[in-house]
């Protein structure tokens, strides 16, 4: 029946894909912004720019032509260019327009019961004057009006960054805002509940990426670029922190801000091996043979599962063991491979094929262990994970209110027949281009970079894909691209800084060695010194014991032992002799003194 339902479609013609957007054109001049903004600067812009120009104002400045207003209440329209009589499109009684033409850059009716969006000013701003990019238009609303320095004073104000232990703001001077979370009205969504909790906005946003990647269905993807297949969006998170920095408080935010957890998804479970991360998706099913006869059979039947892995140092703890799964399994999983194992037991036998299924990890390492991570750069682990602080010098115990929840649009599953049909995200042809050419210049052998980067263009673009539907769009833009790169310059901070602390601690403990060591050398040497000048000191005695005149200092050299004068000098000798009082001067040699060796 399902398929049957997809053949039918086939009787009716789609719409038209709309055209790309127009080049960006004289850029509309917005009056300036007065009174308070409020918690977003990007919805004080929308509500700005629908509080002094409409949709039919920003449409006639572009070209289109009022025609008449019909008994509804709704303004018709023609597009651009069209000579002929007939209607392009209509703001609806709410002031939003519906288009009817095919010939607009705008997404057209298609008829009755059809899901057919309507734009706002903001949108028809984007559309015309920043190439369909409503974060770009709100920000140029948001800076041309004064809305983002009124809203970045604000908080400012409202937000003190160094609290002393009376809980009281003392003046800040390490803690400067972050300009990333400006970028997105979602991501100052983000760095608001994470504040509002008290927890670090970096950890909260690698897991909302997380949950992001483990609960969208594995027909989302990424397309192929390079090689083979799509790639899922699978995505490893590692908080760095020390411990007792805690990785619970972040997941529970991401869990507040991303609640649901879609039909064929679960998590978060704890991460303990290769094994138990395919046996995740897996239950053992009842079936019927050809026979007639019931039999179980481990089958798939989840497609997304959300990791939790409590200290890192576990990994590379588990990881180093002999027969071991966990790191190879990793690997694959976040390529998108099939990280089963076919055992002879078909109750034991596991296998994920790939494209069928996605994941998130989620993980805390200290500075020690991720070293051990990172040392495995030849076996290609840490080059799947994005490092992120747990720490936040901006957090304070006021200025911050709980956002809700995110608004976020689980993407359909798509499978008929229980076959997954793959829909990738479009990757903007400039996104395209850089990463080929990167690829191209490997294989010519003139791009070297740090072994740590081998799959860093991969990582950002499951960063980006993922930035692209928290903003319910199937489209990853440059802006995604550029996000995530800002996110990955990060990622590479937290990642030298392991390195460098690992190669510190290192270093300091191999100085200590060597400190050991020479202080063990110099009380062996003191020890060899001190036994020598004692038997120098003795021969001196005995030589000047033996007549009762002076002894001379030739005498006293051919009486002190040749491996004693090797570590001490005569003088030493006699010094230490007369310091006894077992010789004392006599003319220009030595007599005994008062005193004698025991």
């Not at 670090?200 to 989302?220: D, K, M």
Request: glycine share 8%; aromatic share 6%; with cysteine.
């Amino acid at each position: 029946e399902q398929l049957f339902a997809v053949a039918r479609t086939f009787d009716h013609p789609g719409a038209r894909p709309a055209p790309a957007p127009p080049a960006p054109a004289q850029r509309t001049t917005i009056r300036p912004h007065k009174g308070a903004v409020g918690p977003s600067w990007f919805d004080a812009a929308e509500n700005h720019l629908k509080a002094t120009t409409t949709v039919r104002s920003l449409l006639e400045a572009h070209g289109w032509q009022y025609e008449y207003t019909d008994r509804h209440g709704r303004d018709m329209l023609k597009r651009p260019g069209k000579d002929t009589d007939g209607i392009s499109g209509a703001i609806n009684t709410s002031g939003r327009l519906i288009v009817f033409s095919t010939s607009t850059p705008f997404e057209s009716y298609t008829g009755p019961g059809k899901l057919t969006p309507t734009y706002n000013e903001l949108d028809v701003l984007a559309m015309y004057e920043h190439g369909n990019d409503r974060q770009a238009a709100a920000r140029t609303i948001a800076e041309q009006t004064g809305i983002l320095d009124a809203w970045k004073q604000a908080k400012d104000a409202e937000r003190p960054t160094n609290i002393n232990a009376d809980g009281e703001a003392s003046a800040p001077e390490d803690a400067p805002d972050d300009s990333l979370w400006l970028e997105r009205a979602s991501l100052t969504h983000i760095l608001h509940a994470a504040r509002s909790r008290l927890v670090s906005p970096y950890a909260v946003l690698g897991c909302v990426l997380a949950r992001i990647a483990a609960f969208t269905p594995p027909n989302v993807c990424l397309p192929p670029l390079i090689g083979g297949g799509t790639a899922p969006l699978s995505i490893y998170i590692a908080l760095r922190g020390k411990s007792g920095a805690g990785k619970s408080s972040p997941v529970a935010c991401a869990t507040d801000l991303l609640p649901e957890t879609p039909p064929g998804c679960i998590g978060p479970l704890a991460l303990g091996s290769g094994e138990g991360l395919v046996e995740a998706y897996m239950e053992l099913t009842e079936e019927t043979d050809g026979a007639g006869k019931k039999t179980k059979v481990k089958r798939q039947t989840r497609n997304g599962a959300l990791f939790i892995l409590d200290e890192g140092q576990m990994l590379a703890e588990i990881g180093n063991r002999k027969g071991s799964t966990i790191l190879p399994v990793l690997r694959t999983a976040w390529s998108g491979g099939d990280p089963g194992q076919a055992n002879a037991s078909i109750e034991t036998r596991r296998s994920l094929k790939a494209g069928t299924y996605t994941l998130g990890l989620i993980s805390l390492w200290q500075d020690v262990a991720g070293a051990q991570l990172l040392d495995d750069a030849d076996g290609g682990t840490p080059q799947r994970f994005v490092w992120l602080p747990t720490n936040d010098p901006g957090a304070a115990l006021n200025g911050y209110t709980w956002p809700g929840r995110l608004d976020w649009d689980i993407p359909a599953k798509i499978a008929i027949g229980g076959v997954i049909g793959h829909t990738p995200l479009e990757v903007h042809p400039d996104i395209l281009s850089e990463v080929r050419t990167a690829r191209l210049l490997t294989l010519h052998g003139t791009l070297e970079e740090n072994p740590l980067d081998a799959h860093r263009r991969l990582n950002k673009l499951k960063i980006a894909g993922c930035l692209t539907l928290l903003d319910n769009r199937r489209d990853i833009s440059p802006d995604d691209w550029r996000i995530a790169e800002r996110i990955l310059t990060i990622s590479d901070q937290q990642r030298d800084w392991v390195l460098a602390e690992s190669r510190r601690k290192a270093a300091d403990k191999v100085s200590a060695t060597i400190a050991q060591a020479v202080l063990r050398e110099t009380v062996v040497q003191d020890a060899t010194a001190a036994k020598a000048l004692g038997r120098a000191a003795r021969a001196v005695w005995k030589a000047a014991s033996k007549d009762d005149q002076p002894v001379s200092r030739r005498s006293i050299i051919l009486a002190i032992a040749s491996r004693d004068r090797a570590v001490v000098t005569v003088d030493e000798a006699i010094e230490e002799a007369m310091r006894l009082q077992w010789i004392t001067p006599s003319g220009d040699g030595w007599t005994t003194g008062k005193g004698r060796p025991a």
